[in-house]
């Protein structure tokens, strides 16, 4: 199965969980997953949030997010993977004057 961002509508949203400035955001979503194909704009951020039932895999496609994860705080370059598990919190930033791009997975837990 492909997935093809370029035909799936952007949402652009702003605050996005409780966060500051703009995320631009192709979503493919059904029972099992969600993949989200973003750019977190220059000094935007997402709200603090925790995985409960659930957890997040963060790949970086260009740019370099910021994560807040549990009580550390970690910089996430081009290429490199951010993984929150299950019950667990972080939220990001885009501390650059540059777009952050990056594929987010959330997979639905039963």
Do not use: W
Not at 9 to 33: C, P
Not at 52 to 59: A, R
Not at 74 to 98: A, K, L
């Amino acid at each position: 199965m492909i997935i093809d961002f370029d035909k799936i509508a952007e949402a652009h949203l702003v605050g996005f969980k409780g966060g500051q400035g703009s995320l631009d955001t192709r979503n493919f979503v059904d029972d099992k997953v969600k993949i989200m194909y973003s750019t977190l704009r220059p000094g935007a951020s997402s709200g603090l949030h925790t995985h409960e039932g659930n957890c997040e895999i963060v790949y970086v496609i260009s740019g370099i997010a910021t994560f807040h994860y549990d009580d550390t705080v970690e910089e996430v370059r081009t290429g490199q993977v951010h993984y929150c598990p299950i019950n667990h919190s972080h939220f990001m930033e885009n501390n650059t004057d540059h777009d952050l791009v990056y594929l987010a997975i959330v997979p639905e837990h039963h």
